[in-house]
């Protein structure tokens, strides 16, 4: 099996994010603090990144948003903790690489501008 581009991914996660929550989500997200290898997110400390789905936590309580309580609101009980079907939807990276270069984290900024 082919696994899919950052960008295949990405897209599939923005997509599932449109059906659940509406196009407004992308209005919650800080670029330039988007890194998809942080899984937490305190929007008071401007000094610190985090990932879709831990901004978007965040953005409901104004503290401090857990990449962990995004997925269990987000996908179904037998997807929350499975490792393909996240990394599928552009969550994060399969566990055997890694995003050095950010190429996860910039194909994510690309579907966030797209539905600004």
Same mark, same amino acid.
């Given at each position: 099996?082919? %696994?899919p581009t950052y960008r295949q991914r990405a897209a599939a &996660?923005?997509?599932?994010?449109?059906?659940?929550y509406g196009q407004g989500w992308?209005?919650?997200? %800080?670029?330039?603090?988007?890194?998809?290898a942080s899984? &937490?997110?305190d929007p008071n400390d401007d000094t610190q990144c985090g990932c879709i789905a831990a901004q978007l936590d965040a953005s409901r309580t104004g503290n401090?948003?857990?990449y962990s309580i995004e997925m269990g609101r987000?996908?179904?009980?037998e997807d929350r903790w499975n490792e393909r079907a996240i990394a599928r939807l552009g969550f994060n990276a399969y566990?055997?690489?890694?995003?050095?270069?950010?190429e996860l984290t910039e194909a994510w900024k690309d579907e966030v501008r797209s539905r600004l």
């Open positions: 099996m082919v %696994k &996660g923005a997509a599932l994010l449109d059906e659940k992308a209005r919650k997200i %800080k670029l330039r603090r988007l890194n998809q899984g &937490g997110f401090y948003g857990s987000l996908l179904s009980s566990m055997n690489e890694v995003d050095r270069k950010g």
